[in-house]
T-cell receptor, first 115, second 112 residues
Framework: DAGVIQSPRHEVTEMGQEVTLRCKPI?????LFWYRQTMMRGLELLIY????????DSGMPEDRFSAKMPNASFSTLKIQPSEPRDSAVYFC?????????????FGPGTRLTVT | AQSVTQLGSHVSVSEGALVLLRCNYS??????LFWYVQYPNQGLQLLLK??????LVKGINGFEAEFKKSETSFHLTKPSAHMSDAAEYFC??????????FGTGTRLLVSP
């Protein structure tokens, strides 16, 4: 299995620009999670989906952030407009409904720098 | 709501020494507990997990953890540290749902 795939791996953009991060979960997984990691705040859950439906978006910081999952194999996290404080590593993870715990598989992350 | 506390943002050991990373959790129901490892510039990787059954759980790379309900702890240990163990380690808890709550992480430094 290829694992969780994220693109791009690195993104540098200017303040005010739109940024779109992409994620392909592991085939057969029915949960998808978006996290943000910074030195100051650690690992934060932004939003997660079950069967392509958003379940909990309480971690999404502001209306500038939006996430979609149009099908089981693709999700996007969009920031519009971007700000320097959005600079972080964004991780996508996926998991499968299981009766023995809920192991999440993480992608390699997208390092976002907003100047 | 569940929460996780990891004592010590940094732990330093010598190669060959015992590794002990501490994790305490708070949960209103029997929890599922996890340890993840993050190597530089990589995503998180599962080391081990506790769901039900045996309270001593063995994971990859020689790590193990013991679930102690009375102490609400799930400490991670390894008898002999290796240079390749240098990484950041995260403890996480789930109350039987897919959502995980992560601790703030402990960076393990291994010196020769």
């Amino acid at each position: 299995d290829a694992g969780v795939i994220q693109s791009p791996r690195h993104e540098v953009t200017e303040m005010g620009q739109e940024v779109t991060l992409r994620c392909k979960p592991i085939s057969g997984h029915d949960y998808l999670f978006w996290y943000r990691q910074t030195m100051m705040r650690g690992l934060e859950l932004l939003i997660y989906f079950n069967n392509n439906v958003p379940i909990d978006d309480s971690g999404m910081p502001e209306d500038r952030f939006s996430a979609k999952m149009p099908n089981a194999s693709f999700s996007t996290l969009k920031i519009q407009p971007s700000e320097p404080r959005d600079s972080a590593v964004y991780f996508c993870a996926s998991s499968r409904t299981s009766g023995q715990g809920y192991e999440q598989y993480f992608g390699p992350g997208t390092r976002l720098t907003v100047t | 709501a569940q929460s996780v506390t990891q004592l010590g943002s940094h732990v330093s050991v010598s190669e060959g020494a015992l590794v002990l990373l501490r994790c305490n959790y708070s949960s209103s129901v029997p929890p599922y507990l996890f340890w993840y490892v993050q190597y530089p510039n990589q995503g998180l990787q599962l080391l081990l997990k506790y769901t039900t059954g045996a309270t001593l759980v063995k994971g990859i790379n020689g790590f193990e953890a013991e679930f102690k309900k009375s102490e609400t702890s799930f400490h991670l240990t390894k008898p002999s540290a290796h240079m390749s163990d240098a990484a950041e380690y995260f403890c996480a808890v789930s109350e039987g749902f897919q959502k995980l709550v992560f601790g703030t992480g402990t960076r393990l430094l291994v010196s020769p």
